[in-house]
């Protein structure tokens, strides 16, 4: 009989899977349905909590439910805790914010990767520290679809043996598209983490990473521009990986109508009207008033429910003179402060973009890069030919990690900036040894496999 590799790894699986210890009854217990973030009070600012520096850690718990593959799947993680930190929201004003902070096995605790993802909502229940969780609520139909699969690019990120964070970045308030506040939150969440060595382990001096995809692209992006000015002090940031950046929102608005993903308007537009309390009268009283009831359950719905329901609608119609609308100075001046480019990151950068993006287009991207370079930056950008915005967060992330990999090794990964065109991230020879292993410990993580990197001796 032939071996081939296929049942190989049916060996290999088999083998793993016997020598698997059983679920501590610990994680059995944890097994509970978590309570909404709106119903539950860790989701809130503490008495007092204005005074403490940003990057305080102001409470910090067990998870209320394990984190789960596809909401489902119980992961056996090392270590998980849930922080509420000091941060600022969009006004400039002291805020709470949550973070979740996962250890895998065999960690390396001179590390840590902050991952944003892409929850693009403006709900505080779309939030990943809740969405991860065994039994949570999708937020309507596949709600929080996205979330769970970026689950599986995290998996792959602890089974490099990194300690991760992964920042509420949207706040408590469900604040999508106020990009520099996310970036305020992203950097606390770091502050707060390198913190936590007393529980989590982390070593302060870490080196740390950021990524993000799409919606976490922002988060990662604005961090990046404000590191220097809103804490210089983290100069240990040695790369941020940027993926499917949408570095203009009015240009966005405008490619994403009576698309596929039309629902990222109306879920954007509300996120802003939670951050800027002034924008949310002058959207409501434009909206026809036999649209509004529909347009506002984005309040409360997830980024996949409301991809569902507004797919292919034309947003613009939902509104009296959209056009006079968006050109008001009000708007404009929430839209122009929360795109990216008010600054030029420090920390070398690895960006990379769908040609055929359907989000938002590759020129703003090219205009970005272009933006960071003249002022400074050091920015590998990779343009993908073979892709679109959804399978590029798949296929992008081993080269992704790769790039993370060789920055937290003390590599210089840029040295200067560079603008290439690959036909697929995926195929690029680099990654080439990454893929089989991403696949075969997303395939072992999904049974209950300790994740970690798996060490000899
Ligand atoms: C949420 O929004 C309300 C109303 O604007 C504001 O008072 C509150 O401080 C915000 N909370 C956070 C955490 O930013």
Not at 248 to 270: C, R, Y
Request: charged residues 15%; hydrophobic residues 45%.
């Amino acid at each position: 009989m032939k071996f081939t590799s296929l049942s190989l790894l049916t060996l290999m699986l088999l083998a793993t899977v016997s020598a698997l210890p059983a679920a501590s009854p610990k994680d059995l217990a944890r097994r509970n349905i978590p309570l909404k973030p709106s119903e539950d009070s860790f989701y809130s600012n503490p008495a007092g909590f204005e005074s403490a520096a940003p990057g305080t850690i102001l409470k910090n718990r067990d998870l209320p439910s394990t984190i789960a593959t596809l909401g489902l799947i119980p992961a056996n993680i090392k270590y998980t805790q849930q922080i509420l930190y000091r941060t600022t929201n969009a006004l400039g004003d002291p805020a709470a914010g949550v973070a979740t902070i996962l250890i895998p096995y065999n960690a390396d605790y001179t590390k840590l990767l902050s991952y944003q993802i892409a929850e693009d909502a403006a709900s505080i229940n779309c939030s990943p520290s809740y969405a991860l969780q065994f039994a949570s609520d999708s937020g309507g139909f596949a709600g929080t679809i996205v979330t769970q699969l970026e689950w599986l690019i995290i998996q792959g990120t602890l089974e490099q043996g990194w300690p991760v964070v992964l920042p509420d970045h949207l706040g408590l308030n469900g604040t999508f598209l106020a990009n520099y506040a996310s970036g305020k939150h992203v950097l606390d969440a770091v502050r707060a983490t390198l913190a936590s060595q007393s529980f989590s382990g982390i070593d302060p001096d870490a080196k740390v990473a950021l990524w993000g995809y799409s919606g976490g692209s922002l988060a990662s992006a604005a961090a990046a521009e404000l590191r220097d000015t809103y804490a210089p002090e983290l100069d240990n940031i040695v790369a941020t990986v940027l993926g499917g950046p949408v570095p203009d929102i009015e240009n966005a608005v405008k490619v994403l109508n009576k698309g596929i993903f039309a629902g990222l308007i109306p879920n954007g537009v509300l996120g802003l009207a939670n951050a800027y309390p002034a924008f949310a009268p002058i959207i409501q009283e434009h909206l026809l008033p036999s649209k509004k009831a529909e347009f506002n359950t984005a309040y409360d719905t997830c980024l996949g429910a409301s991809a569902l329901r507004f797919i292919l609608h034309d947003l613009f119609a939902y509104f009296d003179d959209f056009d006079a609308l968006l050109a008001m100075e009000e708007i404009q001046t929430v839209l122009t402060a929360n795109d990216l480019g008010h600054a030029i990151p420090t920390i070398p950068i690895y960006m990379y973009k769908s040609i055929l993006d359907e989000i938002d287009g590759i020129g703003y991207t090219d205009k970005l890069y272009k933006t960071y370079c003249n002022g400074g930056a050091k920015v590998k950008y990779v343009r993908d030919l073979i892709s679109e915005h959804g399978t590029l967060a798949a296929f992008g992330a081993p080269k992704a990690l790769t790039f993370l990999a060789k920055a937290f090794r003390g590599e210089t990964v840029v040295t200067k900036c560079t603008k290439t065109n690959t036909l697929s991230s995926l195929l690029d020879i680099s990654t080439a040894t990454i893929v089989p292993d991403f696949l075969k410990d997303t395939i072992l993580d999904l049974l209950y496999k300790p994740v970690g990197p798996f060490l000899i001796g």
